[in-house]
């Protein structure tokens, strides 16, 4: 049982995004991949449950409601350094408005209505 345990814990990915809409859509993906699922609208909210000994990936939004997803991804490296950051933007890669994000993930991807795209980066972080 605790090995059970240990195991659903290294599977629990963190949805960070305020569109309601787009969080159900990762949470579905990644649900079907195995993965747990807990979200949180904001950087803030994230961070007050965030825990590094639960939380196997982090998938933030680059805007967000309050600090940035830029500025969250920046507080939560000094909570946790290795956690893997998967950064999702509506906004093409290099664009200038979002280089400080794309400096803080660990992946950056653009939003994209493809979902096959979307589920083969979560399939990377599922081994």
């Not at 998938?59 to 939560?76: K, N, T, W």
């Not at 999702?88 to 653009?110: H, I, R």
């Amino acid at each position: 049982m605790a090995l059970e345990q240990d195991l659903s814990k290294q599977r629990t990915v963190l949805v960070v995004d305020d569109d309601e809409f787009s969080a159900s859509i990762y949470q579905a993906i990644l649900t079907d991949l195995g993965f747990s699922v807990r979200t949180a609208e904001s950087g803030e909210q994230a961070l007050k449950t965030f825990d590094p000994k639960d939380v196997r990936l982090v998938v933030v939004d680059s805007r967000l409601p309050g600090m940035s997803g830029a500025e969250f991804v920046r507080e939560l490296r000094t909570r946790a350094a290795s956690v893997p950051v998967l950064g999702l933007s509506g906004f093409a890669p290099g664009a200038a408005c979002n280089a400080d994000f794309e400096a803080a993930v660990t992946e950056y991807q653009s939003k994209t209505d493809n979902l096959d795209d979307l589920e083969a980066v979560f399939r990377r972080y599922a081994v």
